[in-house]
């Protein structure tokens, strides 16, 4: 089992940052057997949606057109973190946003029933 805690979310205006964190804890091998991590947001009334994707292993990254060089993904393999760096936030990005692990490699794009373990969400609003 893995627990997965994020951090960071908070209140901006449009075109602010924030940094989201998450923290992977377990079992030695449980965590060493995560290939995928990534980032999903939902906002009221619609679908969980994939954000951004990064393969524990190789480092390759997997983004939304909608955050494509706006946000950046990333990880710290050494301590068990997961990033997401947001840039130049729109008020469209406002939404709960989760931390998530696959203990399978990344596909094309992230989809939700890709993985097995979920953080409890962290809310971002960006204000006009």
């Known amino acids: 089992q893995v627990q997965l805690v994020e951090s960071g979310g908070g209140s901006v205006q449009a075109g602010g940052s924030l940094r989201l964190s998450c923290a992977a804890l377990?079992?030695?091998?449980?965590?060493?057997?995560?290939?995928?991590m990534g980032w999903f947001r939902q906002s009221p009334g619609k679908e969980r949606e994939g954000v951004a994707s990064?393969?524990?292993?190789?480092?390759?990254?997997v983004y939304d057109d909608s955050v494509n060089g706006r946000f950046t993904i990333s990880q710290d393999n050494a301590k068990n973190m997961l990033y997401l760096q947001m840039n130049s936030l729109k008020p469209e990005d406002t939404a709960l946003y989760y931390c998530?692990?696959?203990?399978?490699?990344?596909?094309?794009?992230?989809?939700?029933?890709?993985?097995?373990?979920w953080g409890q969400g962290t809310q971002v609003t960006v204000s006009s």
């Open positions: 990064i393969s524990t292993g190789g480092g390759s990254t």
């Open positions: 377990g079992y030695t091998y449980s965590i060493h057997s995560i290939q995928c």
């Open positions: 998530a692990a696959a203990p399978y490699p990344c596909r094309f794009f992230p989809t939700p029933s890709h993985f097995a373990y």
